[in-house]
T-cell receptor, first 115, second 113 residues
Framework: AQTVTQSQPEMSVQEAETVTLSCTYD???????LFWYKQPPSRQMILVIR??????QNATENRFSVNFQKAAKSFSLKISDSQLGDTAMYFC????????????FGQGTRLTINP | EAGVAQSPRYKIIEKRQSVAFWCNPI?????LYWYQQILGQGPKLLIQ????????DSQLPKDRFSAERLKGVDSTLKIQPAKLEDSAVYLC???????????FGSGTRLTVV
């Protein structure tokens, strides 16, 4: 089975600090998409950032950036200047481009930003 | 644009009862997904539709779960009969013809007692 692994069940940092969430994945394909989703208590999965595997440049969205290491199959999320509103579950996910394009999710990391 | 609408938001039923969830995707989105998210885990795909055809239902427990997407728009997911282990959040998502970024609804939290 092609899996996505998040090895940090929980993380906690102080407001304004930088935090990095880890994700590794398994795939036999050369092209695919990788995502980080945020899930607050409202339960809705909110897209944080997306990376296309054929692009070498790491994606960035304001305070959020990724470190994509294709050979190592690693995809970490860095949150800079963390805010209280960043408190949520964070899920890493992989999506095939060909065939059935379902998202395969990791187990999640519970991130708490403390005041 | 309006988001993905799901109802009900919460549902509590007894084991062996039946339950149905409804999803209205974003207008124009051809692809619709149903995911099951058990507490403490990441979402797992149950079924994927492309318009009104099934693309992937390999992880759908077909002895008790069924889903349909009539006219390629709204979708209904049904469980009959429910088991205790079906307690979970059921998330619906939609996207333009895949692979594009899916947008998720707020889910239905099902508790089976």
């Amino acid at each position: 089975a092609q899996t996505v692994t998040q090895s940090q069940p929980e993380m906690s940092v102080q407001e304004a600090e930088t935090v990095t969430l880890s994700c590794t994945y398994d795939t036999s394909e050369s092209n695919y998409y990788l995502f980080w989703y945020k899930q607050p208590p409202s339960r809705q999965m909110i897209l944080v950032i997306r990376q296309e595997a054929y692009k070498q440049q790491n994606a960035t969205e304001n305070r959020f950036s990724v470190n994509f290491q294709k050979a190592a199959k690693s995809f970490s999320l860095k949150i800079s200047d963390s805010q209280l509103g960043d408190t949520a579950m964070y899920f890493c996910a992989r999506q095939r481009i060909q065939g059935a394009q379902k998202l395969v999710f990791g187990q999640g990391t519970r991130l708490t930003i403390n005041p | 644009e309006a988001g993905v609408a799901q109802s009900p938001r919460y549902k509590i039923i007894e084991k062996r009862q039946s339950v149905a969830f409804w999803c209205n995707p974003i207008s124009g989105h051809a692809t619709l997904y149903w995911y099951q998210q058990i507490l403490g885990q990441g979402p797992k795909l149950l079924i994927q539709f492309q318009n009104n055809g099934v693309v992937d239902d390999s992880q759908l427990p077909k002895d008790r779960f069924s889903a349909e997407r009539l006219k390629g728009v709204d979708s209904t997911l049904k469980i009959q009969p429910a088991k205790l282990e079906d307690s979970a959040v059921y998330l619906c998502a939609s996207s333009l013809a895949a692979p594009t970024v899916p947008t998720f609804g707020s889910g239905t939290r099902l508790t089976v007692v």
